[in-house]
């Protein structure tokens, strides 16, 4: 298939907008169309008709399309280029009123096309996925199709289909109207000149494909994030939800072109061959793969029921197994109310096999970065030595984008590509019949993975710590058939470890959680033979978080921690380091901070000998929740903040300390915690949804007490 842009001024089509009332149309279609008259200007015959059933007054489509134009077209008026003005470009533009169920829209669509001498026909389906079929057939029965003298053929938007029978469904229907080669699935990331760039920049340079594989490569993610939540769209979103919005279409097309081999010719069946092979090569998924979310605040959109587990974030791990691919993962995330809107692709090539240059360069891997959209470009990490004596590296970013090497207007819109490519039969970038199905076979498992799912903050931020995903710490699960052996096992480690500690050091710095899962042990730990075996004046007890309420408060940590231990054991008062949830968090915070420092040291590395942790539901700890920013916090001993989902302020140890400890003990006293816990330790790494994973980084011995 040529590559060269075809002179549409030599050309009569015919583009016919099914659902011209609607946003799609108004929005996108129109105004795409207006801009490729811009620098690619339309025959005198050209032609755009629209279907729908709003009736229109006289002057009401122009007017609507006019401001479409105005609004979304890529390429004013007023710009350097030749462009035709709106009101010269809309004497192109014919209107059907009709139902799509009326045979006679279609007879009128017939004569309309046929009484003209038009080259070609472009139909595009921008309606609702429910009457794609209705239409397709309508067409097919009105006699419209491919002759001789003109081409014929169809642009159909996703969904297609819910599921593996829908899609397969659906797709026997198109067959049953038109052949394959006049089908053409949009999926609008493909035509992105971003994404389109990646065959040129792994095959049209020497440098890349040799290291484009698992001997190099460490992970991949492909992260699409919209920072809006679900808006209007909520009546289809809550059908659908994120895997079908997103993964199945979008993501795994995205993957896919990432992961494809080099097709022997760029041509529109090779290159989907090569697709195939890879969608064909993906392992099956199991439970562990994926993390699903929904952010807080979806449950109140109006038709949204109160029960609902529609994810609006997923986060799943994909394998593929070739020769090429096999051990690395696909991280794969799409999400509503994201930290910001963006859509990258990051390969994160594995760590230096021995660093003489020190830590910096073995665990700041190299990583490049092809940013999709916004800010257009292609970014490579990687390590240069900080000018002046010794040899101190850093990492820096050599950076290319595209507003700046070629305009900030330069890059065709996806909707331009997609009907240009449409018109010259190129069928590079849509999706073939058989990657729709086998792309619904893929996602299967996730579709009724609807009974866990993590509510987690609007503004959630997963791209960072991607460089620990593999670490692994020093961890080890301890089953327990009863809550009351839970309890007792579980005091009898706190109380080997406190004495081991205050044996070895003379002294043992715990720090304890609140909430009601560690009361009874606390009230055991204060009984003998426990009590005895603790030299109480030399253990000093810190907190690990606490509810910004009064001491005496019944929600404080402090007070059930009190009542069920401290009231009971002799420990001295300057023994007790309690964090004052009754002021300021941020100021209790900062207090809290130096108390660590003030016992640990300022310049040292807070360890404490023992932290006791609880998990809820979601998988927060402490209390860091999904989705909050203090999960990403690596600098500060204790953190403050608002948690959303218990709508109250917090205060934390972070991160920081709590990996550092020597050993930690989190109890899971809940069967109910068992999903939660199971994605913990063995899902994808992504402590921004599930928190309780930075116990995968902690540098001491990590016990998973667990009720089974």
């Not at 008709?49 to 709003?54: E, H, Y």
């Not at 994926?290 to 799943?316: D, F, M, N, W």
């Not at 942790?613 to 700890?621: A, E, S």
Request: proline share 6%; glycine share 6%; charged share 20%.
């Amino acid at each position: 298939m040529s590559r060269e842009m075809l002179k549409l001024a030599d050309h009569n089509i015919c583009f016919v907008i099914f659902g011209a009332s609607g946003d799609l149309a108004v929005r996108m279609l129109v105004p795409s169309l207006e801009t490729i008259s811009c620098y690619n200007a339309f025959s005198e015959n050209t032609t755009i008709i629209g279907v729908a059933r709003t009736a229109f007054k006289p002057n009401e489509l122009e007017s609507k399309l006019i401001d479409g134009i105005r609004q979304f077209s890529r390429i004013g008026p007023e710009s350097d280029g030749m462009c035709e003005i709106p009101t010269h470009f809309l004497r192109r533009v014919k209107y059907i009123q009709g139902d799509y169920d009326d045979p006679k829209t279609y007879s009128s669509l017939k004569n309309m096309v046929m009484k003209q001498d038009y080259e070609g026909c472009l139909i595009y389906l921008a309606t609702p996925p429910t009457i794609v079929d209705q239409i397709a057939k309508g067409i097919a029965k009105s006699g419209l199709k491919a002759t001789d003298k003109m081409w014929l053929r169809m642009i159909v938007e996703k969904p297609f289909g819910r599921d593996v029978e829908s899609g397969i469904a659906l797709n026997n229907v198109l067959h049953q109207c038109m052949n394959e080669d006049q089908i053409y699935r949009i999926d609008h990331y493909l035509a992105k000149e971003t994404v389109t760039n990646l065959f040129t920049f792994r095959w049209g340079n020497t440098i890349w494909e040799p290291l484009w594989n698992r001997n190099y490569i460490s992970h991949v993610e492909i992260i699409v994030a919209e920072a809006v939540g679900v808006g209007q769209r909520i009546g289809y979103y809550d059908q659908a939800s994120v895997i079908r919005d997103m993964i199945q279409n979008h993501l795994l097309q995205m993957l896919a072109i990432t992961a494809m081999e080099p097709p022997p010719i760029f041509r529109s069946k090779e290159i989907r061959d090569e697709k195939m092979k890879v969608l064909h090569a993906i392992r099956p998924l199991t439970p562990d793969d994926a993390i699903c979310g929904q952010y807080h605040g979806y449950r109140q959109h109006k038709g949204v029921p109160e029960t609902s587990t529609t994810p609006t974030l997923a986060y799943i791990r994909f394998f593929i197994d070739n020769w090429r691919w096999q051990g690395v993962p696909f991280y794969v995330t799409s999400g509503k109310c994201m930290a910001k809107k963006e859509s990258i692709i990051k390969m994160v090539f594995r760590q230096v096999p021995h660093s003489i240059f020190g830590a910096e360069t073995y665990s700041k891997p190299n990583v490049l970065k092809i940013r999709i959209q916004p800010d257009e470009g292609i970014i490579l990490k990687q390590h240069v030595k900080i000018p002046g004596p010794g040899l101190n590296t850093t990492q820096i970013p050599l950076n290319f984008a595209y507003s700046e090497k070629f305009g900030p207007n330069a890059l065709q819109g996806a909707y331009e590509r997609v009907i240009l490519d449409a018109i010259k039969g190129d069928q590079s970038f849509f999706t073939r019949a058989d990657e729709i199905e086998q792309s619904w076979r893929i996602v299967s498992p996730l579709l009724t993975k609807t009974h866990f799912v993590i509510p987690y903050a609007p503004g959630i931020c997963i791209g960072r710590g991607t460089h620990s995903r593999n670490i692994t710490s020093r961890s080890r699960k301890n089953c327990f058939p009863t809550v009351a052996e839970l309890v007792q096992g579980t005091t009898e480690m706190i109380t080997r470890i406190i004495s081991e500690s205050i044996s070895k050091n003379g002294v043992c710095r715990i720090a304890v959680s609140g909430g009601q899962t560690p009361k009874p042990i606390f009230s055991l730990l204060a009984t003998s033979p426990y009590l005895s075996r603790i030299a109480v004046d030399k253990l000093k007890l810190f907190f690990v978080d606490e509810r910004c309420v009064a001491p005496d408060h019944n929600e404080s940590n402090y007070k059930m921690t009190k009542e069920s231990l401290i009231d009971y054991i002799n420990i001295p008062q300057e023994n007790i380091f309690r964090m004052k949830g009754e002021i300021d968090p941020k100021k209790a915070a900062e207090e809290y901070t130096a108390e660590i420092q003030k016992e640990f040291g300022k310049d040292v590395e807070p360890e404490f000998d023992l932290i006791l942790l609880g998990m809820g539901p979601d998988g927060h700890t402490a209390s860091l929740f999904p989705g909050l920013p203090a999960i990403h916090d690596k600098t500060s001993l204790v953190i403050s903040h608002f948690v959303p989902q218990v709508n109250m302020n917090r205060i934390t140890l972070g991160p920081r300390v709590i990996t550092h400890a020597k050993n930690t003990i989190f109890i899971v006293s809940d069967k109910k915690k068992a999903e939660a816990y199971n994605l913990v330790k063995h899902g994808p790494y992504c402590p921004a949804i599930l928190p309780a994973q930075i116990a995968r980084t902690s540098v001491g011995e990590v016990m998973w007490n667990v009720l089974i």
